[in-house]
C-alpha cells in the first residue's frame, strides 16, 4: 500500500467512512481505467459511502419495525379486494397524511386484507424513510401494563413515540379492562398530531365500547383518532377462505 493509501485509510477511518475505505480500491481502479473527470470521481466516492449508509439505516429501520416483509403491495390483489382502489393507494403511498399526523382506519371482518394492507403501506413508510412500527393490540396492551416491571416493556413503548408511523393490529380480538383501556388512551393522546397510527379492527366503531369496557374512555379514544383521519372499510369475501391451501391431493 502506498504512503497515500495508507493515510487516506487512517482518515477515512477516523471519519468513520468505513463503507468507502472498503470500496475505495475498486472505485480507484475503475476511475483510472476510465479516465473519468476528479469531480465524477469525488462524486463516485462521496455517493458509495452516502448509499451504504442509507441502506444500512433502511435495513435497521426495518428490521425494528416488526414488519412482515412478505405483506407487500406488490402481493396485494386489489381485483380481490375492491372496496380500495388503486388511486387510492397511490395517495396513500404519496406520505401527505403522514407529513400532518393523519391517521388510517381499516375496518373490516376477519380475511378481508385489512393487517396485509397496513403492513405494505408500512413497509412503503419504511422505503421512504420514516420510522415505522408494527405492534398487535395485544402486545401493546401487555408492554403498557408492564412498562414499570420489565425494562424492555418501557424501551417498546419508547419506541413507539419515536416512530413515526404505529401500527395498530388488530383492536377488537381481546377484551381489555379499564385500568388497560385508560392507559391505551394515555398513549393514543400522546400520538395526537405528533405521530401516525394505522389502527386495524374487525369491529365498526359502535362495538368498540364492549371491547374497551368502558363508554366514556371509548369515546374519549375515538375522538383522538379520528379527529384527524380517513377511514377505510374493506368487506368482501376472506381471502383466507377464499384461496385456502389443501394439503392432500384429490
Ligand atoms: P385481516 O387482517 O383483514 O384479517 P389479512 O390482511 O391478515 O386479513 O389477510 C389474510 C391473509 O390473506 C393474509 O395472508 C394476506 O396476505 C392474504 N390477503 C388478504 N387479502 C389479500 C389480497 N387482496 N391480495 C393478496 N393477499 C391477500
Ligand atoms: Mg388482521
Known sequence: MTEARTKINQYLTSLKMNNLKNQLDVILIEAEKEQISYQDFFLQAVEYEFNARQDKALNRRLKQSNLDISKTIENFDFSFQPSISKKMVKQILAFEWLEQAFNLIFLGPPGVGKSHLATAIGLKAI??????IFIS??????????????????????????????????????????????????????????????????????????????????????????????????????????????????
Open 137 to 250: 393490540m395485544e402486545d401493546l396492551i401487555f408492554n403498557l401494563k408492564t412498562k414499570n416491571a420489565i425494562n424492555k416493556s418501557l424501551r417498546t413503548i419508547k419506541r413507539l413515540k419515536k416512530a413515526n408511523l404505529i401500527i395498530i393490529d388488530e383492536i377488537g380480538y381481546l377484551p381489555v379492562t379499564r385500568d388497560e383501556s385508560n392507559s391505551f388512551f394515555k398513549l393514543i393522546s400522546d400520538f395526537y398530531e405528533q405521530n401516525s397510527l394505522i389502527i386495524t379492527s374487525n369491529l365498526g366503531f359502535s362495538r368498540w365500547a364492549e371491547v374497551m369496557g368502558d363508554q366514556v374512555i371509548t369515546t374519549a379514544i375515538l375522538d383522538r383518532l379520528m379527529h384527524h383521519s380517513e377511514i377505510f372499510n374493506l368487506d368482501g369475501k376472506s381471502y383466507r377462505l377464499e384461496n385456502k391451501d389443501n394439503i392432500f391431493k384429490e
Open 127 to 132: 422505503d421512504a424513510g420514516y420510522k415505522v
